[in-house]
């Protein structure tokens, strides 16, 4: 069973601040994604990294997928209220089941 | 992108009964996945449904309880079986057009078991 460990879970910070979210699992990986998810809403995809070492930015959010694609973050630079959501981490292989596994998600809350 | 319509968005049944929910892909997808999700918790894979075959299950589901349909490559139903009050949570119809590709969600369907 291939498992995506988020840390931390909960996460609560005043706006301006950064903020790293981590997604750690023992399996490779040939693709990882991250999602935001709003309350009602499916989750939306942000980001797609397949290589080992990649990293990606879009606008204040960085994104890096490990070395062994195994694992992977997302940094914030001074988070705004509207980054408020759940954060989940998704990783697909190419091959064989090629099934689509969330992580255990991180809810992050921006206070203004 | 792929607009996906799902349907019921919500239900209220009676421990039970059986509640068949829908999911209709706007155009031709390779993949087509359901998931159940808590409020504000992640998602749990249920199965892969496989068109022109049988779904593939995760651990802890199966198909007498979770049947799957997929007659073709833009529709797909889940159904939740003789439902208790462990079966409500929220359901969600994804499909995907290629490995590593974005993966679309449907609008969900939150169900609760009375």
């Known amino acids: 069973t291939q498992l995506l460990e988020q840390s931390p879970q909960f996460l609560s910070i005043q706006e301006g601040e950064n903020l790293t979210v981590y997604c750690n699992s023992s399996s490779v990986f040939s693709s990882l994604q991250w999602y935001r998810q709003e309350p009602g809403e499916g989750p939306v995809l942000l980001v797609t990294?397949?290589?080992?070492?990649e990293v990606k930015k879009l606008k204040r959010l960085t994104f890096q997928f490990g070395d062994a694609r195994k694992d992977s973050s997302l940094h914030i630079t001074a988070a705004q209220p509207g980054d408020t959501g759940l954060y989940l981490c998704a990783g697909q292989n190419s091959g064989g089941y090629q099934k689509v596994t969330f992580g255990t998600g991180t809810k992050l809350q921006v206070i203004p | 992108s792929a607009v996906i319509s799902q349907k019921p968005s919500r239900d209220i049944c009676q421990r039970g009964t059986s509640l068949t929910i829908q999911c209709q892909v706007d155009?031709?997808?390779?993949?087509m996945f359901w998931y159940r999700q808590q409020p504000g918790q992640s998602l749990t894979l249920i199965a892969t449904?496989?068109?022109?075959?049988?779904?593939?299950?995760e651990s802890g589901f199966v198909i007498d309880k979770f049947p799957i349909s997929r007659p073709n490559l833009t529709f797909s139903t889940l159904t939740v079986s003789n439902m208790s009050p462990e079966d409500s949570s929220i359901y969600l119809c994804?499909?995907?057009?290629?490995?590593?590709?974005?993966?679309?969600f449907g609008s969900g369907t939150q169900l609760s078991v009375l």
């Open positions: 155009s031709q997808v390779t993949m």
């Open positions: 994804s499909a995907q057009r290629g490995v590593g590709e974005k993966l679309f």
């Open positions: 990294v397949v290589t080992g070492g």
């Open positions: 449904a496989n068109q022109g075959s049988e779904a593939t299950y």
